[in-house]
């Protein structure tokens, strides 16, 4: 059986080792970023369409269309997420999914008891990792996506249909990816991010998004001479995250809960630190959660005066449902191709980060679209090719005129 050419881009794509650093103030984070992004540009180009890489990393490009249609964006980014590497992917298809467990490898396998998503893929072809890595479908579907759409059009040329402006970014997965977006050099009235997981879903809402920085710093004492004087910045630590609210915790939240995360915490007896990220659908939630960061770091420094607490907030993103509120043209084109196609959307909260939250306040309102993709950023990620192949499907009747 020959493989299909969409899937053998998509599988060719997640080879390549293209996981952002938040910890690199260089722009892209990771050099090896931009393999994918020239790759990308290769391929445009012997479809015979000019693109660019700026400066940023972020690559541009545009297929014309009928000059009296409204042009029509199209994003996703080449980076992969930090938990977990993203070097050395090794797919593995699963032919006709029989429901049963999947073994990856000797050590982890995957079934529906555990990934109940998997019970819906039954008699699907499916893309799995080989257990040691994420696969990198987050987000290399939508990159695959997007170029299958721009291959079929250039193959196709009878087909009318809107200008296309596409775009791929770099470190969306470090809260980066938009940073530098330019909305005018897009040059999309509208756009989509291809960056999600079912295929009926049109995701219109996101998190307003903020973060939090911790610092403490102790007493270091020798712990024979400790007594009274000691302060012992670890334990500070994680006094202060037992005082944040428990139940806001994203193991205990779903829909438009919001909550705070602990992502990383390092230290010593002399210094310690924690950085979380905050989330919620209300930004009047929003600010409450801040305050109670700030009313657990005022307790603290009372509770422990020879230490010294550092407490840093900070704004990413809003809400994108602000904007399609004022400008549903997006929204209402996207329901329409569904329906041309037969599936009926729904319109779920995303509870995560999407370029297209802030394209949206930059002036170019994208909504976010699926790829038939599951488990993003762990060693259970998987594709449904069935749901995949849907999506590019949904997305050349999105730009055809």
Do not use: W
Not at 14 to 26: A, G, L
């Amino acid at each position: 059986m020959n493989m299909d050419e969409n899937l053998q881009r998509f599988l060719r794509y997640v080879q390549i080792d293209t996981q952002s650093d938040d910890t690199s103030m260089s722009v892209p984070s990771q050099a090896k970023e931009l393999d994918l992004s020239r790759l990308l540009q290769k391929e445009l180009l012997e479809l015979g369409i000019q693109s660019e890489i700026n400066e940023f990393g972020i690559l541009y490009g545009r297929l014309d269309g009928e000059e009296d249609l409204d042009p029509i964006g199209l994003n996703s980014h080449v980076d992969t997420a930090l938990e977990i590497t993203g070097a050395g992917v090794k797919p593995q298809i699963i032919h006709n999914y029989d429901g049963g467990v999947i073994h990856l490898n000797e050590k982890y396998s995957m079934s529906p008891a555990d990934f109940p998503t998997l019970g819906d893929h039954v008699g699907d072809d499916l893309v799995v990792t080989s257990g040691d890595t994420l696969l990198g479908a987050d987000d290399k579907a939508g990159v695959a996506i997007i170029m299958a759409v721009l291959a079929y059009y250039v193959a196709h040329p009878e087909v009318k249909h809107h200008p296309i402006c596409f775009c791929f970014t770099p470190d969306e997965e470090i809260g980066r990816g938009p940073d530098h977006f330019d909305a005018k050099r897009f040059g999309a009235k509208y756009a989509y991010t291809v960056d999600g997981g079912i295929y009926n879903e049109i995701a219109i809402e996101t998190f307003n998004a903020a973060h939090a920085d911790v610092v403490i710093e102790g007493v270091s004492i020798h712990p024979g001479e400790a007594k009274g004087k000691l302060v012992n910045a670890s334990s500070v630590a994680f006094a202060f995250d037992a005082l944040l609210p428990k139940h806001k915790k994203p193991e205990l939240t779903s829909g438009r809960e919001g909550f705070n995360h602990l992502v990383q915490v390092s230290g010593t007896v002399d210094s310690a630190k924690l950085h979380y990220i905050i989330r919620n659908h209300s930004r009047e939630e929003l600010e409450i959660q801040k305050k109670e960061f700030e009313e657990a770091a005022k307790a603290i420094q009372e509770q422990y005066p020879t230490a010294k607490v550092h407490l840093t907030i900070g704004d990413d993103y809003r809400n994108m449902g602000e904007v399609f509120k004022e400008h549903p043209e997006a929204v209402d084109k996207a329901v329409e191709a569904f329906r041309a196609l037969g599936y009926e959307p729904v319109f779920p909260p995303i509870r995560g980060g999407t370029d297209g939250a802030t394209f949206s306040f930059k002036g170019c309102p994208t909504p976010n679209l699926g790829t038939g993709s599951y488990n993003h950023h762990g060693r259970f990620e998987y594709l449904s090719v069935k749901e995949f192949n849907i999506m590019i499907e949904i997305v050349k009747q999105i730009v055809k005129a």
